[in-house]
């Protein structure tokens, strides 16, 4: 069975600072692992992908996040905060043996940027 | 390129009553899945249509069903419907049946009342 688990709800930085969004997963096979982020009133928006190549995945708008087989991590970084980034971040698994679009969501984190 | 469209953007049912909602996918996709996102959850994976045939499902009862058309657009059918029902309905198509990366549609919202 696969799942993840997003290990803060809501995350709040000061613009300019760094951002950290913490995720764990569990899969049974190889997992494909996304980061996906949510505006109000928009679709969900691809940030990155891992699929088995380089552990650490350059994603758009500056975040990146690193692959940890050993720790089952997942976690999403941007160096400096922007306040365009405040919205709702999943982190989702997936695995080759049930197909890349059975997405498994996290609960989501909820960022907030103070000005 | 149009993206994902879904239609339409809300609704509103009475419980009991029966509802669709359509997908289209982004041009040059043939695969559609479809989610429900409960108000402060993460979506859930309903089913995937695939080459007209619903190829996955996950953990949703029969009262959810779908349909995918020759032109790889979809539909998603609820019927009897419950309160528990309202949420965010998101479509998401890819290429070659799940391999590719999933694009979202910006979601149907439907109320149950």
């Known amino acids: 069975a696969q799942s993840v688990t997003q290990l803060d709800s809501h995350v709040s930085v000061s613009e300019g600072t760094p951002v950290l969004l913490r995720c764990n997963y569990s899969?049974?096979?190889?997992?494909?692992l996304f980061w996906y982020v949510q505006h109000p009133n928009k679709g969900l928006q691809l940030l990155l992908k891992?699929?088995?190549?380089?552990?650490l995945v350059k994603g758009i708008n500056g975040f990146e996040a690193e692959f940890k087989k050993s720790e089952t991590s997942f976690h999403l970084t941007k160096p400096s905060a922007h306040m365009s980034d405040a919205a709702e971040y999943f982190c989702v698994v997936s695995d080759k043996r049930t197909g890349a679009n059975n997405l498994f969501f996290g609960t989501g984190t909820r960022l907030t940027i103070i000005p | 390129d149009a993206g994902v469209t879904q239609s339409p953007t809300h609704l509103i049912k009475t419980r009991g009553q029966q509802v669709t909602l359509r997908c289209s996918p982004k041009?040059?996709?043939?695969?559609v899945s479809w989610y429900q996102q409960a108000l402060g959850q993460g979506p859930q994976f309903i089913f995937q249509y695939y080459e007209e045939e619903e190829r996955q499902r996950g953990n949703f009862p029969d009262r959810f069903s779908g349909h995918q058309f020759p032109n790889y657009s979809s539909e998603l059918n609820v019927n009897a419907l419950l309160l528990g029902d309202s949420a965010l309905y998101l479509c998401?198509?890819?290429f070659g049946g799940g391999s590719g990366s999933a694009f979202f549609g910006q979601g149907t919202r439907l109320t149950v009342v």
């Open positions: 041009s040059g996709h043939d695969t």
């Open positions: 998401a198509s890819s």
């Open positions: 891992y699929t088995s190549a380089a552990t």
């Open positions: 899969s049974s096979y190889s997992p494909s």
